[in-house]
């Protein structure tokens, strides 16, 4: 009886050995694939997101590089308070210069940043200061003029990861004729130092058509502070 | 034959023609490593990216560390070739014979070549992955990361100093207190630091001799290498108790020209465990270098037994037959172990002392002592020397030989019998000297030398007399009998000592303080009478014994006294002689019946005791009885008496024969035989009986003048020649006779000689 139980029991242990075996390998070989998605992070800072693979990236050298060219007067104090930045965009063409500028891109655009605060901006930091990142949204609500522009939000809640917390705020507004749906994530460290700042953007046509992508790509940034 | 009967072994490599089947683990081994370093690397990437999915990550670590799918593909080329192996004897004899091609290549470099070039080899390996580690850590190539990391060390130098202080305080501490612990029990002396010569040991001049020839050894130590021997390395002075082991040794310190390392009998009874290990390794690591800088050392170890051993079953089947071990199993007198032969002698001690039960272990300073003590007179010979065992190592050169130390070990004990077996076996203690009772010339020299230190009129012939009746005495009873003698010279208002001085110190050191207490009368006279007859008995028939004193003063544990001595220094014993030993014995009885018409006292009963023994092994172990078989083997082996108590023959005459039987019918015939011989000499008995009375306590040379009625050196014994005299102690005995009957005081008081 004994004998046959030990048979039993080698047999056991050969059989998950091989299993194991077997399957380590088909994973190994079935994984010589490309990765699903792109992902992109700065690890030192504790900054991720991922986007789909055929997506293109603007590399962060780039973007540098024409932002130091053309910035003027306190853009250039900014700018080198910038610790990272990544740009990725459907379109294989796209410039930094699109990055920066305020039109509707045709094709979804994802920009992500992170950039320390200086003595100012710390005193001056809200959620409203977050909100009003990219145009004054809050101004635009609170206190519309003749100027003001059409607009409208999508949606506006408070976002609360690892290492920050902010606003994410998805809103269209119409520039030059063209109306523009922005989803943007601005998020302030835990220790007030630094703000991280995620939008993916384009013509709300074009947001409306790739609008579960584009949600999926903004879920996916991730902040669990600077190491 | 049947395939049972058929004994095959297991086939050598050489006898194959395929290779030997690989087992399921060794297959797999590798697999699963690897699979275990993927894995582990899949999860550090998934710990590294919180958003990255598990696909992801397996497809990420397998696109940027490809070299574990790399080896995982060498591994299968490797299973799949031992796999052709096992199958295919044409494939696996190719292998085999490029293997040997290739081992004949290597085998052309030296073996001491190719451990180098491994070495160089490995520590390369090493070094290529180490920095590849510390590439893949600091992000940077693996060469400049190389040259990073001593940076961080160093860096990281004051808490790796923390830690090793954590860690060194806790281990300080404990060296701290075993190094206190370990101090003290060992003294050593350096040549001029003792005084004492072997001129100042007296009497063990035949030791002497062997110790001096052992010194010379370890101070002329070439004498002996040059021929190609080697410097004895231990000696035993073993022997009774006071007879000059520890002033030999000190004698040993004053001659020597190498210090002298004393060690106590207690240095190595620790409370803690280890640390009598500790003990004996510091004391031979201070042996070894005083043996180095002084070119040899001396150690004592003072009553040796303290060590302690293992039992009389670590030393294994056949035991030693030396004097020292097996006397107390053959007797002192022929030596059985010496001309059986070794199995028979072997069966012997086997069977006194493991049936016997007296394999007694145990002693010593606590586990390990012993062992380590065993390791250090003879163990490895290490390598010594950090430059030598480290550098030269390091450098690839060969460490040099350890030096020869030149270390005697001499141990003294009185108890050979409890040192471990290991420890006295050649190599560890070379000699063994037994330091006996000194001999009569050892013990008048010893009486000149003590007696030379006091003032003294004893003549050159009463201290050769001295020197016979003492025959056990060693130097340390010499020395305090002599000191005795002082105190009650100056006791006695004298400076000098003079003989009486001396046989009364030594009456006091054999007897001890009398109790002063003083008989009644009738008492006194039946005491006197009882050993008067062992006296007179001891004179007529006991030749091979000397009475040495006889006292009717009362002891602690006796009323009187006839102390017997041996003349000369003799080692064998007749049966006629205990014969009459058995006599002087029974010649109390005899006399307290003879001359107390038939009564006797409980007095007898250490007597008949002593001579019940002595008929017991006569007749029973010493082969002067009827029969001649041992009664001790016969009782062991349960085969019972001769003649008596066994089977279904036993009749009333065979029991009549037993043992005890025999031994009655013997003593009942000495004890007719004392009575003759009592009768025969009446008056001798009361005139002895008389002087005791009157002198309470005589020397055997006064006891020896009463009986034969001639002048003694303190007693008179011619006036009891005198009839009139013998009338007197005659009626005096008569009365006593009559008080005794009547409890009552005699009517005639004790005659007094005028």
């Given amino acids: 009886m004994a004998l046959r139980r030990e048979f039993r029991e080698n047999l056991l242990v050969k059989k998950s050995l091989s299993l194991f075996v077997a399957s380590l390998l088909t994973i190994t070989l079935s994984a010589c694939g490309v990765q699903s998605q792109i992902y992109s992070s700065s690890k030192r800072e504790g900054v991720y997101y991922s986007v789909p693979k055929d997506w293109n990236t603007i590399s962060e050298a780039k973007l540098n590089a024409y932002e130091i060219k053309n910035a003027k007067g306190s853009a250039v104090d900014r700018q080198a308070l910038v610790k990272w930045q990544s740009a990725f965009s459907t379109d294989k063409k796209t410039t930094p210069s699109e990055i920066f500028a305020i039109g509707a891109p045709e094709k979804p655009l994802a920009f992500a940043r992170v950039r320390s605060l200086s003595i100012d901006e710390l005193n001056a930091v809200s959620y409203n200061v977050l909100r009003d990142v990219i145009v004054p949204l809050s101004e635009w609500v609170n206190s519309p003029t003749a100027d003001t522009p059409v607009y409208s939000i999508e949606s506006d809640q408070e976002v609360v990861e690892k290492g920050a917390r902010g606003v994410r705020t998805i809103f269209s507004f119409t520039h030059l004729g063209v109306s523009q749906t922005i989803d943007q994530t601005a998020m302030l460290s835990n220790d007030h130092s630094t703000m991280y700042l995620f939008i993916i953007r384009c013509t709300s046509a074009c947001y409306a058509k790739n609008k579960k992508i584009m949600t999926q790509i903004s879920n996916s940034f991730t902040v669990r502070g600077a190491k | 034959m049947s395939e049972v009967d058929i004994v095959t072994s297991r086939k050598r490599d050489s006898d194959r023609r395929t290779r030997i089947h690989l087992s399921f683990f060794d297959r797999t081994k590798f ?12 999860w550090s990437n998934l710990a590294d990216n919180p958003i990255l999915s598990v696909s992801d990550s397996v497809k990420e670590v397998s696109s940027s560390k490809s070299w574990i799918l790399a080896l995982v593909v060498i591994e299968v080329l490797r299973q799949i070739h031992f796999g052709l192996a096992e199958i295919l004897a044409p494939y696996h004899g190719a292998w085999q014979k490029y293997f040997s091609f290739m081992d004949r290549q290597i085998h052309r470099l030296s073996d001491w070549s190719r451990f180098r070039l491994s070495r160089v080899i490995k520590w390369l390996l090493v070094l290529v992955l180490v920095s590849v580690v510390l590439g893949a850590v600091y992000k940077e190539t693996p060469i400049r990361a190389l040259f990073l990391a001593p940076k961080a060390f160093i860096s990281a130098l004051p808490m790796l100093g923390q830690l090793l202080f954590a860690v060194f305080f806790v281990i300080i501490q404990f060296g701290a207190i075993f190094w206190f612990l370990s101090r003290g029990g060992v003294d050593t002396y350096f040549p001029d630091d003792i005084r004492t010569r072997f001129t100042d040991v007296w009497g063990q001049d035949h030791v002497l001799n062997r110790i001096r020839e052992n010194l010379l050894f370890l101070e002329k130590p070439e004498e002996i290498e040059k021929h190609g021997g080697y410097v004895p390395g231990g000696l035993l002075l073993w022997g009774p108790p006071g007879t000059g082991k520890t002033l030999m040794a000190e004698s040993m310190a004053g001659e020597t020209g190498k210090p002298f390392v004393f060690v106590d009998p207690g240095a190595f009874t620790n409370m803690f465990m280890g640390v009598g290990v500790l003990k004996v390794k510091g004391l031979f690591r201070k042996l070894r270098k005083l043996a180095l800088r002084y070119g040899g050392v001396v150690v004592f170890f003072d009553e040796a037994d303290s060590l302690g051993n293992r039992g009389i079953i670590s030393s294994g089947g056949q035991q030693r037959f030396d004097a020292s071990s097996t006397a107390g199993i053959f007797g002192d007198a022929c030596h059985g172990g010496a001309y059986l032969s070794a199995a028979s002698a072997s069966a012997l001690v086997h069977e006194k002392f493991v049936m016997g039960g007296a394999a007694g272990a145990g002693g010593g300073g606590g586990t390990g002592t012993l062992q380590a003590l065993l390791t250090e007179l003879s163990g490895l010979k290490k390598p010594r020397g950090f430059f030598n065992r480290i550098v030269r190592r390091t450098l690839g050169m060969r460490p040099k030989n350890p030096p020869k130390y030149r270390i005697l070990v001499v141990m003294a004990t009185n108890m050979p019998e409890a040192l471990d077996e290991a420890l006295l076996r050649p190599g560890r203690i070379d000699r063994m000297y037994r330091v006996g009772y000194p001999s009569k010339a050892g013990r008048v020299r010893t009486y000149e030398g003590y007696l030379a230190k006091v003032s003294h009129s004893l003549t050159a012939d009463e201290i050769d007399k001295l020197a016979t009746i003492t025959p056990y005495a060693t130097g340390a009873t010499i020395k305090d009998t002599i000191n005795e003698a002082l105190i009650i010279a100056i006791r006695n208002g004298r400076q000098s000592i003079e003989w009486q001085d001396v046989v009364k110190a030594k009456q006091q050191k054999e007897l001890g303080p009398s109790e002063d207490v003083e008989y009644i009368e009738r008492e006194r006279h039946a005491v006197a009478v009882h050993e008067a007859c062992h006296a007179v008995m001891a004179h007529r028939v006991r030749q091979h014994m000397a009475i040495d004193l006889a006292t009717i003063e009362k002891g602690s544990d006796y009323l009187g006294m006839v102390a017997s001595i041996p003349p000369d220094d003799q080692f064998t014993r007749w049966r006629t002689e205990y014969e009459s030993d058995i006599l002087v014995s029974l010649a109390s009885l005899a006399g307290e019946r003879m001359f107390f018409d038939g009564d006797n006292s409980s007095g007898v009963s250490g007597d008949l005791e002593s001579a019940t023994t002595i008929a017991s092994l006569m007749e029973g172990h010493w082969g002067m009885g009827s029969t001649i078989s041992s009664h001790a083997s016969n ?13 279904k023959d036993d009749t009333a005459k065979q029991i009549r024969h037993a043992l005890s039987d025999r031994i009655e019918d013997n003593l009942t015939g000495l004890l007719a035989k004392a009575q003759e011989i009592l009768i025969a000499n009446r ?16 020397s055997g040379e006064d006891v020896a003048a009463v009986i034969d ?41 004790l005659p007094v000689i005028a």
């Fill in chain 2, 31 to 42: 697999f699963l490593l690897f699979g275990l370093v993927f894995l582990i690397l899949v």
């Fill in chain 2, 683 to 698: 008056k001798e008995v009361l005139s002895l009986a008389h002087a005791l009375e009157t002198h309470k306590t005589m």
């Fill in chain 2, 709 to 749: 009625g001639v002048k003694g050196s303190l007693v008179d014994g011619r006036p009891y020649l005198e009839s009139e005299l013998q009338l007197r102690i005659e009626k005096y005995h008569e009365a006593s006779l009559v008080a005794h009957r009547n409890h009552r005081t005699p009517d005639i008081a």
């Fill in chain 2, 635 to 647: 009782r062991r082996f349960e085969v019972g008496a001769p003649g008596g108590g066994k089977g």
